[in-house]
């Protein structure tokens, strides 16, 4: 069953804290999005690799957000130092499978305190 | 910059009724424009779309694409309350073999029994 797995699924921690968000992409997908939703401003696109090279990150925050692909089973989004306004739910989509369909994660649901 | 808008940004009928939601998109080297259906969690990948004029179907769902006019529609017969959810358009943007997801706002759909 391929999906994109995403960890932590909740998270709450206290302004002023590292987080780090992790996905595994699906096997033999070789695009990976971060994206931030929130009501008002709905999807954002943060960041997107392509076999492991990031190809964009002009979404994020440069000063406190960083992503990374270590290798092809993993990405991460790390936010340090993490503010109030960061609360949002992050998701992690992967494709580039042949098609441009992304399919994503259960995302991680941020409250900062 | 690539825009997507999505009308209505919410809508609310009763079970039976047909319904068609809107995307009209601005976008730099188009490939493709995807639609999604995002329940409480993750959005889910329902159609892709590259040429204009060709109908895609599943079920009760359809949706088409005018490159011309720079808009897609998606149709949903026969409404149920299991359609109720937030219905998402995104546009695939092209440089080379890479490409990159940008997401409309949504649009809401209530099916009330």
């Known amino acids: 069953d391929a999906r994109v797995t995403q960890t932590p699924r909740h998270k709450v921690t206290e302004m002023g804290q590292e987080v780090t968000m992790r996905c595994q992409p699906i096997l033999g997908h070789n695009t990976v999005f971060w994206y931030r939703q929130t009501m008002m401003q709905g999807l954002e696109l943060l960041a997107y690799f392509r076999n492991r090279a990031p190809l964009d990150d002009s979404g994020m925050p440069k000063d406190r957000f960083s992503a990374e692909m270590p290798d092809a089973t993993l990405a991460t989004l790390k936010i340090q130092p993490s503010e109030p306004r960061d609360s949002a739910v992050y998701f992690c989509?992967?494709?580039?499978?042949?098609?441009?369909?992304?399919?994503f994660g259960q995302g991680t649901r941020l409250t900062v305190v | 910059e690539d825009k997507v808008v999505q009308s209505p940004l919410s809508l609310v009928v009763h079970e039976g009724d047909t319904v068609t939601l809107n995307c009209s998109y601005e976008?730099?080297?188009?490939?493709?424009l995807l639609w999604y259906k995002q329940e409480k969690k993750a959005p889910t990948f329902l159609f892709m779309l590259t040429s204009s004029g060709i109908e895609k179907k599943s079920g009760r769902l359809s949706s088409i694409l005018d490159k011309k006019e720079l808009f897609s529609i998606l149709n949903i017969t026969a409404t149920q309350t299991g359609d109720s959810a937030v219905y998402l358009c995104?546009?695939?943007?092209?440089?080379?073999?890479?490409?990159?997801?940008?997401f409309g706002k949504g649009t809401l759909l209530t099916v009330n029994p």
């Open positions: 989509a992967s494709g580039g499978g042949g098609g441009t369909e992304a399919f």
């Open positions: 995104a546009v695939a943007n092209s440089g080379g073999s890479n490409y990159k997801l940008t």
């Open positions: 976008v730099t080297n188009f490939r493709s």
